[in-house]
């Protein structure tokens, strides 16, 4: 469709959202979008302002977080012993709360925009470490064996072999990382930024401001959108036909067999303690903020009020907990199930394909505000942001995971006239489940995030409420605490989706775990 | 046993050099965890022949290559070429081998792919002659193509002209004609040849197809099942150049007929092994 044609739903929708709005108008929800218009037009000079120190934080740390997951993924090929640990612990600083992470970068660096920056490279790296990694590994045995034939040696093989192929996977990174970007951005304003989307969002929540609050959210998604596009441009550019987004589960962790990656995690965390420990040496950090691994076992275990503390600390994430686990179950279900009956109706999911992946493209967490404000400050609200982080991810995934089964194979299907339902659950339905566990493994970090977003923001309870609190009242021993024990609870969680996934693909796809 | 060649023509611009060095294998073997891929073979080819290995699928042909070229190291026993070992040759970028599944790289064009032989074998570049080898196996238009576009047998085709232009002493070519259609098998079966007898390269030939074995090879060495041995050693004294007529001929059929046999009796029982 071009031109008019194309424009028509649009227009519709638009329609559809102010009719809505109007009606509903007395419960307080939706802004119409006559009054969001109305707000951008006369806040026009202030919104760009703002948009322009947001893009720009997030410019900078997207590049910073994406010169840091290729590093590391180079890091990690060319150390293939330290390749795990490596991994682990990439993992598990992705896992820390941004709105954690986001104070204790304030108080390091002062006012300015350097935790902002750190924020959006924080939430990018990580994206873009795994899939280069995949891309760096996936070449064919005899591709190394023709360089090692001419008696060429691991740098050139890196460059003519692993750097190539790993292109059209950086690029995929390169483009997942661009929302990542501004919402870490955004997230990093929220804790404490003097200019910005993410403070006039703050600002609007607090005035209780319904357009302001909408116009910033509508203004965040398109920008961000806009980038994405591009990004994929640039995408299609370096290879017309590039791989769907798979990031492998750690590698060599058998199904079933606990003890190898156990010690490797205990492994990693000891080196991560160590960094930990050795960076705030090496830059000579006060005691005051900068907590050492010791201080915070201090805090915990060895303290006259340890007992006092860990009570308050694990009522915290027992409440955290019971909201991320239903929303992280809810929105991969919806995902899944929702690719799965889409693919009953193809015609269905041409259409849903492109939306689910415009959606991906808006960092989710601008639009929790709305949703908070829409479901209320309870669980619902909060159980929903996770939900909604969560869902759209996987149903991209899911359902490119399904345009991936093989030609044959449905034609084979076909060939016996197979109703769709047996199509699905025999052909599709195992084509589905390597993508499924790649987007739940994702959507850890993913739930995390938004739960303690939605806690700082908005409801008052749970970890990310503690954060908040502990970061305002200067309890940095708690607030050092409180992120490394979400960072563990991460981890734990990571790991036993790793486990689910090992154990299935092991049964039911096989030659996906090979490598 | 087979003829050393010293071929006049230049057609390709390869010079002769000195005659390749015979190749000798003491005792080899390959393991692969408890699987013993070759028993011990003991083997001497002659360099600047060529020497076809036919046998069953799965036998360890593709394993003795990659222990030719330096690629894995064998087991137990060693390989010498003249007085170096194939790690040695490898280092020197004295081989080049077309691999069995031509291992094309994908982002490359078949103009890209042939400069690459030449590139790793650290030779200058030279655009003309690289064009020269497309054409001789057949893939003139097809200079700006990715290996994505083309066919199997194309691919196979693009790995024998990358190998080449490495101007290898040693060829190793695993099963290269295995998805070349029959007509373009017979063509590149009668325009090789002169390609490396010009070059005095020593190459070693894996292939199905008996007579190709016996139309291309100075001896053909037939393979038992796994754990592989040398089960029949045939001498292949027919003139060269070897016409296409040759296959017609009673003394060709006999050959062919002796490697058959051969080969069914190094066949397993019939049953699962
Ligand atoms: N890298 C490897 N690891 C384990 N087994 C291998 C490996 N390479 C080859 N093999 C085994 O060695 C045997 C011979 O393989 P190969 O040399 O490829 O046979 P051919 O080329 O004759 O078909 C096969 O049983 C194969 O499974
Ligand atoms: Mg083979």
């Known amino acids: ?515 | 046993m087979a003829e050393r060649r010293g071929g006049p023509s230049s057609a390709s611009g390869i010079t002769a050099r000195e005659a390749a060095p015979d190749i000798l294998l003491q005792g080899v073997t390959r393991d692969f965890g408890a699987v013993a891929a070759l028993a011990p073979i003991d083997l001497r080819i002659t360099g600047g022949a060529v020497t076809a290995l036919v046998g069953p699928s799965g036998c360890g042909k593709s394993t003795l290559l990659r222990l030719l070229a330096g690629l894995i190291p064998p087991s137990r026993g060693h390989i010498l070429v003249g007085a170096e070992t194939p790690d040695a040759l490898r280092r020197r970028a004295g081989l080049a081998m077309a691999f069995q599944d031509a291992a094309l790289l994908p982002w490359r064009s078949v103009r890209g792919n042939v400069a690459l032989g030449r590139a790793l074998a650290r030779r200058p570049r030279d655009p003309r002659a690289d064009e020269a080898l497309i054409g001789l196996v057949g893939l003139a238009g097809f200079e700006t193509w990715r290996p994505a576009e083309l066919s199997g047998g194309m691919r196979q085709r693009a790995a024998i002209a990358r190998a080449l232009a490495a101007a290898p002493e040693l060829l190793l070519l695993d099963e290269p004609f295995g998805a070349v259609d029959e007509l373009t098998r017979e063509r590149l079966n009668a325009e090789l040849p002169p390609l490396w007898e010009t070059a005095g390269a020593t190459v070693i030939l894996v292939t199905h197809s008996v007579t190709e074995a016996v139309r291309l090879s100075d001896r053909v060495l037939v393979m038992t099942p796994r754990p592989a041995r040398i089960a029949a050693d045939i001498p292949v004294p027919l003139p060269r150049p070897r016409a296409e007529a040759l296959a017609a001929t009673e003394r060709f059929a006999g050959i062919c007929a002796a490697v058959r046999a051969a080969l069914r009796s190094a066949e397993p029982a019939a049953g699962p092994r």
């Open chain 1, 1 to 515: 469709m071009r031109g008019p044609g194309r424009a028509l739903p649009l227009l519709g929708l638009i329609l559809l959202w102010e009719v809505l709005a109007r009606a509903t108008a007395q419960s307080f929800v939706i802004a119409a979008p006559t009054a969001i218009a109305a707000h951008l037009a006369t806040h026009a000079e202030l919104l760009l302002r703002a948009l322009g120190t947001t893009a720009w934080n997030a410019a900078q740390g997207y590049l910073w977080g994406n010169l840091a997951g290729i590093a590391l993924a180079l890091a990690a090929v060319s150390a293939p012993r330290a390749e795990r640990i490596l991994s682990i612990l990439a993992l598990f600083v992705f896992c820390l709360p941004l709105v954690a992470t986001g104070p204790v970068l304030r108080v390091l660096s002062g006012p300015g925009n350097a935790p902002q920056v750190a924020l959006a490279a924080l939430a990018v790296y990580y994206t873009t470490f795994l899939p280069v990694l995949v891309g760096l590994r996936a070449a064919p045995q005899s591709w190394f064996e023709l360089v090692r034939s001419h008696g060429r040696g691991p740098l050139a093989a890196l460059w003519l072999v692993r750097l190539p192929a790993a292109l059209p996977y950086l690029a995929a990174g390169l483009q997942i990382a661009v929302p990542a970007a501004f919402l870490g951005a955004m997230v990093g304003e929220f804790t404490g930024a003097e200019r910005g989307l993410g403070m006039l969002t703050l600002r609007a929540l607090r005035g209780l401001d319904l357009p302001a609050t909408w116009a910033i959210a509508v203004i965040a998604a398109l920008v961000s959108g806009l980038a994405f596009h591009l990004a994929g441009r640039l995408a299609r550019w370096l290879d017309p036909a590039p791989p769907a987004l798979l990031p492998a589960a750690p590698a060599g962790a058998r199904p079933l067999r606990l003890a190898g990656p156990l010690a490797d995690t205990v492994l990693a965390l000891a080196a991560g303690g160590l960094l930990w420990a050795g960076l705030m040496e090496l830059f000579a950090l006060p005691d005051f903020f900068a907590k050492r691994p010791g201080d915070v076992w201090a805090f915990l275990v060895t303290d006259a009020q340890a007992g006092a503390h860990r009570a308050r600390l694990a009522a915290a994430l027992g409440q955290t907990l019971a909201m991320a686990g239903p929303g992280y179950l809810a929105g991969l279900a919806l995902g899944a199930g929702l690719a799965a009956g889409l693919t009953l109706r193809p015609g269905l999911a041409g259409l849903a394909m492109p939306l689910a992946v415009a959606l991906r493209a808006v960092p989710i967490i601008a639009t929790a505000p709305v949703l908070i404000w829409a479901l209320g400050r309870g669980a619902a609200g909060t159980v929903t942001v996770v939900a909604v982080m969560i869902f759209f991810p996987t149903l991209v995934a899911c359902l490119s995971g399904i345009a991936r089964t093989p030609r044959a194979v449905l034609d084979l299907f076909d060939s016996h006239a197979a109703p769709g339902l047996q199509r699905l659950l025999w052909a599709q339905l195992p084509a589905i489940l390597p993508a499924f566990f790649a987007a739940a493994r994702m959507a850890v970090p993913a739930a995390i995030l938004a739960v303690t977003t939605a806690e700082w923001l908005a409801t008052g309870r749970g970890i990310g409420a503690l954060m908040a609190v502990s970061a305002a009242t200067s309890d940095y021993a708690m607030l050092w605490s409180a992120t490394a024990a979400t960072g563990l609870a991460a981890l734990a969680a990571h790991g036993a989706v790793a486990w689910a996934e090992r154990a299935v693909l092991s049964r039911h796809a096989a030659e996906q775990v090979a490598r």
